[in-house]
């Protein structure tokens, strides 16, 4: 489904090619064809198409190129559990899709061959497919920004903890030792 053209879109994102960038390539391709989105221009305009990826590794770049899920725009979320694994819905028809690499994938193959064999293959081939176990993120909201009493730097109200009575950031916060046990 996904071309040359488009690999080579990634690509010049990412600055090489390599098997990451090829997973999150394949992902991408998963959740067009999985979320029905249009393989012509599937990039998000605003936040209708929403990622969560549980890895900052190389792959992510293929969803930022490819869906134009970015932190600026609030639609790509990162949820770092180790995993290759990258979920995706879409707002508007409340469709989600969860694409997890198979164990094994590609096991054995030098650098070169893996990322022929990632490119060759078709999503469902070598990705898990299931759905969220979460859902959908909640759209970015606008909070009010308060100055660290500490620091001074201003930061979001969801950034702050009250320490001795002042509003503090989380750099300055000295968190309780007991605090979630």
């Given at each position: 489904?996904?071309?040359?053209?488009?690999?080579?879109?990634?690509?010049?994102?990412?600055?090489?090619?390599?098997?990451?960038?090829?997973?999150?390539?394949?992902?991408?391709?998963?959740?067009?064809?999985?979320?029905?989105?249009n393989p012509d221009n599937?990039?998000?305009?605003?936040?209708?198409?929403?990622?969560?990826?549980?890895?900052?590794?190389?792959?992510?770049?293929?969803?930022?190129?490819?869906?134009?899920?970015?932190?600026?725009?609030?639609?790509?979320?990162?949820?770092?559990r180790g995993k290759m694994?990258?979920?995706?819905?879409?707002?508007?028809?409340?469709?989600?899709?969860?694409?997890?690499?198979?164990?094994?994938?590609?096991?054995?193959?030098?650098?070169?061959?893996?990322?022929?064999?990632?490119?060759?293959?078709?999503?469902?081939?070598?990705?898990?497919?299931?759905?969220?176990?979460?859902?959908?993120?909640?759209?970015?909201?606008?909070?009010?920004?308060?100055?660290?009493?500490?620091?001074?730097?201003?930061?979001?109200?969801?950034?702050?903890?009250?320490?001795?009575?002042?509003?503090?950031?989380?750099?300055?916060?000295?968190?309780?030792?007991?605090?979630?046990?």
């Amino acid at each position: 489904m996904l071309t040359q053209e488009h690999l080579d879109k990634a690509v010049a994102f990412h600055g090489h090619i390599c098997p990451g960038l090829l997973i999150g390539f394949k992902a991408v391709e998963g959740a067009i064809a999985e979320l029905g989105l249009n393989p012509d221009n599937p990039s998000a305009t605003d936040e209708e198409v929403v990622a969560v990826v549980e890895n900052d590794a190389c792959g992510v770049d293929a969803v930022q190129a490819l869906l134009s899920c970015t932190f600026g725009k609030s639609n790509l979320i990162t949820r770092i559990r180790g995993k290759m694994a990258f979920s995706f819905f879409t707002r508007d028809t409340r469709k989600s899709v969860r694409l997890v690499l198979k164990p094994g994938c590609g096991a054995g193959l030098e650098r070169s061959a893996y990322v022929d064999y990632l490119f060759s293959h078709p999503y469902d081939e070598l990705f898990d497919v299931k759905e969220p176990t979460y859902p959908l993120p909640e759209p970015a909201r606008r909070f009010k920004s308060q100055p660290c009493a500490v620091c001074g730097e201003t930061t979001a109200e969801f950034g702050l903890r009250v320490q001795e009575g002042k509003l503090v950031c989380l750099d300055c916060y000295s968190a309780y030792q007991r605090e979630g046990f």
